[in-house]
């Protein structure tokens, strides 16, 4: 089975400008989430979606959003860029079931660079 | 923000000998996973334990999981150059989809 892709995996932008990034989860899979990985704040939560549906959310700005496809593909997208949204950007796939077993599965990563 | 805090921050040791690492957390759980993180790429999945579970094993990996003390510790035994990395745990909350709250992380590394 094809693990979780994830397109581009470098970018750079400039400030102000916007940026979509895009995630394939492992075939089956309905629920992706998104991380932000900076050196300084770590690996943070974004959000979760199951099913074409945010399930859950975690304390980003509006300028953080996100939607996934009937495939389960999913995008996410951040507007207005700063600097500080430099960062790698990790996806995570899972079957969405069971709290207790639920695994996550990481893409590679986005490597977004804002100038 | 992060849910806990993992010790060591850093570790380095040599071929052969075992690495712990300890992980605490704040809040009740679901589940506690461990994952591996090797220069800054994409995050693989090493055990999941669940909070009525007290130890699991994987290969050369051991998990233990104390809910009344709110910690899990993850062993290496053996270690190989190859487990040079970052390693993190990551809690789920009983009530949160899809999140994983991440500790800092233990950087190890193993000299042949």
């Known amino acids: 089975k094809a693990g979780v892709t994830q397109t581009p995996r470098y970018l750079i932008k400039t400030r102000g400008q916007q940026v979509t990034l895009s995630c394939s989860p492992i075939s089956g899979h309905r629920s992706v989430s998104w991380y932000q990985q900076t050196p300084g704040q770590g690996l943070q939560f974004l959000f979760e979606y199951f099913s074409e549906t945010q399930r859950n959310k975690g304390n980003f700005p509006g300028r953080f959003s996100g939607r996934q496809f009937s495939n389960s593909r999913s995008e996410m997208n951040v507007s207005t860029l700063e600097l500080g949204d430099s960062a790698l950007y990790l996806c995570a796939s899972s079957l969405g079931g069971a709290l207790s077993t639920d695994t996550q599965y990481f893409g590679p990563g986005t490597r977004l660079t804002v100038l | 923000s992060q849910q806990g805090e993992e010790d060591p921050q850093a570790l ?84 949160s989809w899809g999140k994983l709250q991440f500790g800092a992380g233990t950087q190890v590394v193993v000299t042949p």
């Open chain 2, 12 to 95: 380095s040791i040599q071929e052969g000998e075992n690495a712990t690492m300890n992980c605490s957390y704040k809040t009740s759980i679901n589940n506690l996973q461990w994952y591996r993180q090797n220069s800054g790429r994409g995050l693989v999945h090493l055990i999941l334990i669940r909070s009525n579970e007290r130890e699991k094993h994987s290969g050369r990996l051991r998990v233990t999981l104390d809910t009344s003390k709110k910690s899990s510790s993850l062993l290496i035994t053996a270690s190989r150059a190859a487990d040079t990395a970052s390693y993190f745990c990551a809690t789920v909350r009983t009530d």
